[in-house]
């Protein structure tokens, strides 16, 4: 078996009994969006500097305030574009100016996928897991293989998410995917 090599981490925010995209919607809710990303940068900060290789961190795609993120500016970062609701291509464009690398995160969920992928024109394409999970192999398979071809043709990175066990690895790296994310890679640790 091929050696695995670490590439990055992601900088995810968890609560005890809560779940993370109910937070996220609740926050969206009563504008406190920003408030949220606030102190989750904080905490991401504070952690960030034991991390090797690139920490990709999840942005709320309504960016309320692109510039928020330019204390991150320089810094080994992929801001994760997640498509829960709109996107916001205007503020996108300030995080373009302001060279951070993006990443369309959990492609094949959300509302206009197809959409968002024309436009953001991302570094990386996460792939959600649902895709890497599926019964329907020859299908799963096809998908992947043309999500990679597109990808390289557009000087993109896809990163399946969801791997779970050696067979799904094995159906990553055959389809051509250039990198992955699961358990089966590494569990997520939790840094307080």
Not at 6 to 27: C, I, M, S, T, Y
Not at 143 to 165: D, Q, S
Request: hydrophobic share 40%.
């Amino acid at each position: 078996m091929q050696k695995i090599k670490v590439f990055g981490f992601e900088a995810l925010a968890r609560w005890k009994n809560l779940k993370p995209n109910e937070v996220f919607w609740e926050a969206a809710q009563n504008n406190l969006v920003l408030e949220l990303e606030t102190l989750i940068l904080t905490e991401i900060c504070r952690i960030g500097k034991s991390t090797k290789g690139k920490t990709f961190i999840n942005v709320h795609p309504s960016l309320p305030d692109p510039y928020f993120w330019e204390c991150l500016k320089g810094k080994n970062v992929v801001l994760e574009i997640t498509e829960s609701d709109t996107i916001c291509f205007t503020a996108l464009n300030v995080l373009r100016d302001l060279g951070f690398i993006l990443a369309l995160d959990d492609f094949g969920t959300g509302s206009a996928t197809l959409e968002s992928l024309c436009l953001v024109e991302p570094e990386y394409i996460k792939l959600d897991k649902s895709l890497i999970q599926s019964k329907n192999i020859l299908s799963r398979d096809s998908l992947i293989t043309a999500f990679v071809g597109h990808a390289t043709r557009m000087n993109t990175k896809v990163i399946v998410e969801g791997i779970e066990n050696r067979e799904q690895l094995q159906a990553a790296r055959i389809n051509g995917s250039h990198y992955g994310q699961g358990y089966f890679l590494g569990k997520p640790e939790i840094i307080c």
